[in-house]
């Protein structure tokens, strides 16, 4: 039991890391503190749903639905951007938008996929870890060399120093939107996976992600760091992994799974005052 609890948590923490990612890089390089991923993770999801039920590859209805769920971090940019309104806020509307945007999609709370072909279809466990891993290779390595690009850069620059970037003529902008687009890019991508994974969508999938992502993220830098870009992309990685064997041990020393979401908050109150 314990080893099948471990490989789970290996296999959910995988999942989780693209969401830390997604979570990572406006509150990290962009210093824009943002919640869409409430509304990208569920959203990855149901589209990739849909496109399975419509009988297209599977790993076409990852892209597909990554790249339109990506979509949801401009919109997100653009309001703050020209309408002046909180990044939190912005986050907060678009999500609670999306979600009836998704059961208009779906046309019911939740849809089966036991029956459509996925990546994962007839798979044993340790190749799902496998292919998880792949998918994390894929998308987070451009990523990495991005960042270190007269692009990457300029991304960077912006949420260091705004003021900086603008005497610099560096487009506050382009780059704010193009960071949302591939954060809510990685959320997207989880949500579609996890669907394949799961083999059903539910309405309320991505309700907590963005705290989970956040816990994530701050036992991963609480560990290694994230005073450079390697630890910062290092970091929501090694904190998915960790936090989800977290979860883990707790229900096997006895918490209920409907303990797990205080625990959560209780590991990132204590991630925050071990910084203080």
């Known amino acids: ?29 962009l210093d824009f503190p943002d919640l869409t991923s409430e509304g990208a ?45 909180n990044s939190l806020l912005a986050g907060i509307i678009l999500s609670t ?15 089966a996929l036991f029956e459509q072909l996925t ?31 007269e692009m990457g850069l300029r991304l960077r620059a912006v949420g260091l120093n705004p003021s900086f970037a603008k005497r610099q003529k560096i487009s506050i902008t382009l780059y704010t939107i193009l960071g ?27 309700v907590g992600i963005v705290i989970h992502a956040l816990a994530a993220l701050m036992i991963g830098e609480t560990i290694i760091g994230n005073d450079s870009v390697n630890k910062q992309l290092i970091a929501p ?13 707790a229900l096997i020393i006895g918490f209920s799974p409907s303990d797990l979401k205080f625990l959560t908050g209780a590991i990132v109150l204590l991630v925050i005052a071990m910084k203080k």
Not at 97 to 105: A, D, E, P, W
Not at 129 to 146: E, M, R, V
Not at 237 to 249: E, K, P, S
């Open 119 to 149: 990546i994962f279809s007839n798979q044993t466990i340790f190749f799902k870890i496998a292919i998880l891993l792949f998918t994390i290779c894929i998308f987070i390595l451009p990523l990495a060399l991005f960042l270190k690009t």
């Open 237 to 249: 990685l090694i904190g998915a992994l960790v936090y989800q064997q977290i979860q883990g041990m």
């Open 180 to 206: 949302l687009f591939i954060a809510n890019f990685y959320n997207s991508l989880a949500g579609s996976i996890i669907v394949q994974l799961q083999s059903y969508m539910d309405i309320g999938m991505g």
């Open 1 to 29: 039991m314990i080893s099948e609890i471990f490989l789970t948590g290996l296999l959910q923490g995988l999942n989780l890391a693209l969401v830390a990612y997604g979570v990572m890089i406006p509150f990290r390089l």
């Open 41 to 85: 993770y569920p959203l990855g999801g149901t589209l990739c749903a849909i496109i399975l039920i419509s009988g297209l590859n599977p790993i076409l209805a990852i892209l597909f639905a990554s790249l339109l769920g990506g979509l949801l971090g401009i919109g997100t940019a653009l309001i703050n951007l020209r309408f002046k309104v």
């Open 97 to 111: 938008m999306i979600y009836s945007v998704n059961l208009r999609i779906m046309g019911k709370p939740n849809l």
